[in-house]
Nanobody, 126 residues
Framework: QVQLVESGGGLVQTGGSLRLSCAAS????????MGWFRQAPGKEREFVAG????????DYADSVKGRFTISRDSAKNSVALQMNSLKPEDTAVYYC???????????????????WGQGTQVTVSS
């Protein structure tokens, strides 16, 4: 059974940092695109960051560029999201996602991903 499990969420003040981790089990995702999405109450799930199968290329939503960094550890079958300079508008449930097919690009919409974690809450207080 394939599972993605996020961890590292919590409550932080404006300007603070958090590091989210996503551990995969049941299969290896070292050769597949992965990403982070978030969903705030009453809003649609939105793309935050993505990484290619090799980890050599990344991309970010404009709202988080320069503040968030996605990275992957193929040996550990995991992906992380380092979040700095957090703002109240970053408050959301954050989800890790993985694609089941090996391709050489980053994907930006939720429907393009096949596996999802259960989500971890990030709350930024003002």
């Amino acid at each position: 059974q394939v599972q993605l499990v996020e961890s590292g969420g919590g409550l932080v003040q404006t300007g603070g940092s958090l590091r989210l981790s996503c551990a995969a089990s049941g299969r290896t995702f070292s050769g597949y695109p992965m990403g982070w999405f978030r969903q705030a109450p009453g809003k649609e799930r939105e793309f935050v960051a993505g990484v290619t199968w090799s980890g050599s290329s990344t991309d970010y939503a404009d709202s988080v560029k320069g503040r968030f960094t996605i990275s992957r550890d193929s040996a550990k079958n995991s992906v992380a999201l380092q979040m700095n300079s957090l703002k109240p508008e970053d408050t959301a449930v954050y989800y890790c996602a993985a694609k089941s097919r090996a391709t050489y690009r980053i994907y930006y919409t939720a429907k393009d991903y096949d596996y999802w974690g259960q989500g971890t809450q990030v709350t930024v207080s003002s």
